[in-house]
């Protein structure tokens, strides 16, 4: 259960209901105003090497932004939902987006005029629109610090048309299995071979939890999909990616077999993630190989296409041999 450090809060959080619950919450824990929780200037002074320091802090705030952006993966619109950052630290995370230390965890107070933005948008389109609530935090980890999650999905549920959808990594998944969902959830789990677990998602559940919680979801009607991501080329990865497909083969449950559809994602890096890995984490596994990578544009590396192609022929050969009936909704 994650207690935080200190709390860095807006003093508006108090008009809030889950403001109110979660200043209660955490009665005993060091509090900090602060005028604004994108800029907390404290925490854009330290040092790299500070970072999982600071992941030991939370943020609470009102969220102001609530633009959709258009989406068409596997979803029409990702939504700024409850919270961004992460109080985990896969040395990948897409959310270390820039020196100002941005992947901690904040929450945002303001659900109640987020999820009414959805209904309404929902309730007016002329077609069956689903939103991803999940692309800046991990609602699963978020849900077990505010239950939001589970009011989520009761408030969603009489919501006429639309669906919700959102990744996780964690295996916390007892709290929503209960709930009357009506269908209009999908929870896609996301999954790494063991090795790269260990060596490069900290803080996170391990694979045979999140199978299990894959297999539990499924087995009440969720909705539900397997992201194979990302996918890291280290030295033996067929080896380490093809015993991940076995192991997911053996291991799903016949239901979620029968609905599951998978998303794969190469890894994509930066010299951002470089420079606060070399230092937060000096002692671990390099992600950055320069034999097959290339600069992506904006600091960003990416694998060169030829080692990419590889990877991707490669693992679809390997999920028609051991999936054949599922479908891969995109390779990137
Ligand atoms: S669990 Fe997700 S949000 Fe958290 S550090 Fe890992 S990739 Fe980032």
Not at 54 to 75: A, D, P, Q, W, Y
Not at 99 to 127: G, H, P
Not at 229 to 244: F, G, H, R, S, T
Request: net charge positive; hydrophobic share 35%.
């Amino acid at each position: 259960m994650f207690k935080p450090k200190a709390i860095y809060y807006e003093k508006d959080i108090i008009n809030y209901e889950l403001g109110k619950e979660l200043m209660k919450k955490y009665e005993e824990v060091p509090k900090i105003e602060i005028e604004n929780h994108n800029n907390i200037e404290e925490m854009r002074k330290k040092s790299n090497k500070e970072f999982m320091e600071m992941k030991k802090n939370l943020i609470i705030g009102v969220r102001k932004t609530h633009k959709f952006v258009e989406n068409h993966k596997t979803s029409d619109y990702l939504v700024p939902y409850t919270s961004s950052g992460c109080t985990a630290a896969c040395m990948y995370c897409y959310l270390v987006c820039n020196y100002n230390k941005c992947s901690y965890l904040r929450l945002f107070v303001n659900r109640e005029q987020m999820l009414e933005k959805i209904i309404k948008t929902a309730n007016e389109a002329d077609r069956e629109l689903t939103f991803e609530i999940g692309s800046n935090s991990d609602l699963i980890l978020e849900n077990s610090i505010t239950r939001n999650l589970v009011w989520t999905i009761e408030n969603f549920k009489e919501c006429k048309k639309g669906k919700l959808t959102f990744p996780t990594k964690f295996d916390m998944v007892d709290d929503i299995l209960e709930l009357d969902h009506k269908g209009k959830i999908i929870v896609r789990m996301s999954v790494n071979p063991d090795y790269i677990i260990n060596r490069v998602e900290f803080g996170i559940s391990r694979l045979d939890e999140r199978i299990e919680a894959i297999n539990k979801l499924g087995e009440v009607g969720y909705k539900v999909g397997i992201l194979i991501a990302p996918v890291i080329m280290v030295e033996n990865w067929k080896e380490l990616y093809l015993e991940l497909i076995k192991k997911l083969e053996s291991k799903i449950s016949n239901k979620v077999k029968k609905e599951a559809s998978f998303e794969i994602i190469f890894m994509t890096y930066s010299f951002v993630h470089t420079k606060i890995n070399e230092e937060a984490f000096p002692n671990s596994i390099k992600l950055y190989n320069k034999e097959i990578m290339k600069g992506g544009g904006r600091g960003k590396y990416r694998y060169k296409e030829e080692y990419r192609k590889e990877g991707e022929i490669f693992l679809k050969e390997q999920m028609k041999k051991y999936f054949p009936n599922n479908n891969i909704e995109y390779i990137v």
